[in-house]
């Protein structure tokens, strides 16, 4: 393998590679909320019992519906949803209803959430543990149901071809995913 030589540029650039979500809440009044956030991992609590894990910076209504009602949808982008990705971060809750640009919303199938109905792959989550730290707060959620686009096929939790679902990837810009090189073993052989 090749050397790299590298240098120091800080603790400034904390680029981190993301794939990108929009998350769905409920509003106090019964209508839906949808917010882009970047910072979502996963854990796994026991066996095959997965969390989701999503950090919120601040004080967006998004945040605060998660903090009043315990459950969201969090909404894969795929690059065909980049528009959308890019209205709902540029416009804020605060700032009136976010109705300029055209979306169809449905309904979480086990968790009462609102979903996107343009979305490839959707978790329909419970909050089961919150960390706040600074104007962070991070929510290890529960996922309760996911929905995937009839067309595609997994056989099992490697088996999903990201190429396919065409995932926006963000790191300060929006990027996408080119091809799928492999799976786990086929280079060490």
């Not at 980049?82 to 700032?95: Q, R, S």
Request: charged share 25%.
């Amino acid at each position: 393998m090749k050397v790299i030589k590298r240098k120091s540029i800080g603790t400034y650039f904390s680029m981190c590679v993301q794939p990108a979500f929009i998350i769905g809440t409920n509003n106090e009044d019964g209508t839906h909320n949808f917010a882009p956030i970047t910072w979502v991992s996963i854990t796994n609590e026991k066996e095959n019992d997965y969390l989701l894990i999503i950090s919120m910076f601040g004080t967006k209504r998004t945040k605060q519906n998660v903090i009043r009602t315990g459950v969201l949808s969090v909404n894969l982008v795929s690059t065909d949803m980049i528009e959308l990705m890019d209205y709902f971060g540029t416009h804020h809750a605060k700032d009136g209803k976010k109705d300029e640009f055209s979306y169809d919303v449905g309904r979480g199938e086990i968790v009462d959430v609102p979903v996107l109905e343009a979305s490839r792959w959707i978790y329909e989550c419970e909050v089961v543990q919150s960390i706040e730290i600074g104007e962070s707060t991070t929510f290890f959620c529960r996922i309760r149901n996911i929905q995937i686009e009839e067309q595609m096929e997994c056989r099992d939790t490697l088996d999903v071809d990201l190429t396919k679902l065409e995932p926006v990837i963000y790191s300060g810009m929006y990027h996408s995913i080119g091809k799928l090189l492999g799976k786990i073993g086929d280079f060490s052989k």
